[in-house]
């Protein structure tokens, strides 16, 4: 069992050396952390299909690959602080996904149909993000298996007619 920190190497994407020289390896954490990654191979899931902790947070990526969802045993998953508009539907596909750190992106609205039907989740967090007041108001009443984290909405200036 091995982790691997990569954080703040400056890469815009996992190399192909990493792969090569981690083949024969049972990877089950990687910090990928303050890099300018803006899209992750589908192969890394096949590559670390073991890994439980992924961290991809202070990058640049908008959207995650559909392979993601053949990380079997993956718990957590941190996708901060990076350019996401939509939470990817890739992580509700996720089975073992317990835990997902989704704060600091520009995430206006969610599928809520499929955050719904999450069966492992234990916790989102969707704090600091710019969610539409419908889509805020909805996840703050709604009735989930687990916990979500919302910051305070901030009414807009154009919403407050009472100026």
Aim: net charge negative.
């Amino acid at each position: 069992m091995f982790e691997r920190n990569l954080s703040e190497c400056e890469l815009i994407q996992v190399p192909d050396a990493v792969y090569h020289l981690m083949r024969h390896t049972e990877l089950k954490s990687c910090d990928l952390s303050g890099n300018v990654i803006t899209k992750i191979s589908p192969k890394f899931a096949v590559k670390f299909s073991l890994i439980t902790d992924l961290n991809l947070s202070h990058n640049q990526m908008a959207k995650l690959p559909d392979e993601l969802a053949d990380l079997h045993s993956l718990k957590t998953l941190d996708i901060s602080h990076n350019t996401f508009i939509a939470l990817p539907t890739v992580v509700f596909k996720m089975p073992k996904l317990r835990e997902l750190r989704a704060n600091n992106n520009a995430i206006i609205d969610i599928d809520r149909d499929e955050i719904i039907a999450s069966d492992s989740l234990e916790v989102v967090d969707l704090r600091h993000n710019p969610l539409t007041p419908m889509c805020h108001d909805l996840l703050k009443h709604a009735r989930l298996s687990f916990r979500i984290e919302l910051s305070e909405r901030e009414k807009e200036d154009w919403e407050d007619l009472t100026i």
